[in-house]
């Protein structure tokens, strides 16, 4: 059914419950895991490209979720990439693509709907974006 699968995953709280989801999914399916986070960049002047996050910070969350998911026997793989601040939709949905995944989760930090209008949800703007399933974890 999902034989390839991708996680993103941005390290907030709902990381672990999106975790969770993906280790059941993959296990009952058999499914291959590509577990993903992007470490935004902002721009600023006089400063240029700006991280987010260290580089420990960024691929430890990443390495802990690939040991994870290996130990409950899925095939797991992780990927940390740089994107700049507002393209990680984008990216998640050309990875997805890359992979050949026939299912992508994530998780949403729950703002209320005005704040996802004023800031804009990056799993909404998966949704959008993407052909392929969705499964959002709150």
Do not use: F
Not at 80 to 89: I, K
Not at 94 to 106: G, Q, R, T, V
């Amino acid at each position: 059914m999902y034989e390839r699968v991708v996680v993103a995953l941005d390290h907030s709280e709902c990381s672990k419950r999106v975790l969770e989801v993906a280790k059941e999914l993959a296990t009952r399916a058999g499914s291959e895991v590509w577990v993903l986070h992007l470490r935004e960049r902002e721009v600023i002047a006089q400063m240029g490209n700006v991280p987010s996050e260290s580089d420990v910070e960024a691929t430890s969350g990443v390495e802990q979720a690939v040991e994870e998911l290996t130990k409950a026997g899925v095939n797991a793989h992780g990927d940390v990439r740089e994107a700049l601040y507002g393209h990680a939709a984008r990216d998640i949905v050309e990875d997805a693509k890359s992979h050949d995944a026939s299912l992508i989760i994530m998780g949403t930090r729950g703002r209320s709907e005005i704040a996802s209008l004023v800031v804009g949800s990056v799993a909404h703007k998966v949704l959008h974006l993407t052909d392929r399933p969705v499964l959002v974890v709150r």
